[in-house]
């Protein structure tokens, strides 16, 4: 799905969800996220790719308004998001980041339950509501039958579905995942991708994988030293030449029907 008026103008419409303009972070007189632009459609999936260090874990924090930006603004709706204020804005946005910590005392239903604070009123008890919405985000997860263990007695790769399930709860209409097939044998990162591409829900990925991005994502945001090198669809972006700039490797990139497919090339022997 697109905005055609944003598409249009190249500026981002009233009432069309989550925008940065031009956003920067400064830390420690160092800009790690430099002038960023990212104008989301209702619905789509966007990559966000580049190396170790390059600012996609800050850019997320900034969309999601845990991080204020040093300059630029990040808008829902139209409205720059300290205007929209904390409560309102998680019931619009999860987040799922890298590294969770989570109290350990909590059984994983709990912890999927937390999903559900920004939905309920101080000091309420859950409703029928919220219990269903954690049930439906168990099913997703594929963790119903994990939902009475403790939190702590989790594998990396079931706490990591365990956080998604948190921000299904939450039943955002947009989700930030920062690295979110961490931890996950190859089957469960089908899953999660193919989860999180069907859901309708516009979704912000961080990802280092860059075959998997080209799988499910309908758009690539690409960032070196916090800026902005690269945009477009998988096919666009995803080119040898641009492979080589931003990641110092070598590879082929065959299009096959439907996506891109990259096969990295062995340094120094120059063969595959
Ligand atoms: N609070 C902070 N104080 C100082 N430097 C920071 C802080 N947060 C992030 N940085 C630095 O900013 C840069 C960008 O970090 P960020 O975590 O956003 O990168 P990333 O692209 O998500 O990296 P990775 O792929 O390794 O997870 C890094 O060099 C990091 O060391």
Redesign the pocket.
């Known amino acids: 799905m697109s905005t055609p008026a944003a598409e249009d103008t190249g500026s981002p419409a009233p009432d069309t969800g989550l925008h940065a303009d031009r956003v920067a972070r400064r830390?420690?007189g160092r800009l790690?996220v430099d002038g960023v632009t990212l104008a989301l459609r209702p619905g789509e999936t966007v990559g966000l790719l580049?190396p170790?260090?390059?600012?996609?874990?800050?850019l997320l924090r900034l969309l999601a308004g845990v991080l204020p930006t040093s300059t630029g603004v990040v808008t829902l709706d139209g409205r720059p998001l300290p205007e929209v204020g904390r409560r309102a804005t998680a019931r619009r946005i999860a987040t799922v980041e890298?590294h969770t910590h989570t109290q350990t005392e909590l059984t994983v239903r709990e912890v999927v339950a937390l999903g559900r604070i920004p939905h309920r009123r101080a000091w309420s008890p859950a409703s029928a509501v919220d219990a269903r919405a954690v049930t439906e985000a168990l099913e997703r997860a594929g963790l119903t039958d994990r939902a009475a263990q403790s939190w702590h007695t989790l594998s990396g790769g079931e706490r990591q579905r365990a956080q998604i399930a948190r921000a299904l709860a939450q039943e955002p209409r947009e989700l930030l995942l920062d690295e979110p097939t961490n931890h996950l044998d190859i089957q469960h990162q089908l899953d999660l991708l193919d989860l999180i591409a069907d859901l309708p829900v516009t979704t912000v990925i961080?990802l280092?994988d860059l075959n998997l991005a080209a799988m499910y994502c309908d758009r690539l945001l690409v960032?070196d030293t916090g800026r902005t090198v690269a945009e477009g669809t998988p096919a666009e972006v995803l080119t040898p030449a641009l492979i080589k700039e931003v990641y110092g490797v070598d590879a082929e990139v065959h299009h096959d029907p439907g996506h891109p497919v990259i096969r990295f090339l062995r340094r120094g022997s120059g063969t595959p």
């Open positions: 830390t420690d790690i580049g170790n260090g390059s600012g996609k874990s800050t890298q961080a280092h960032l």
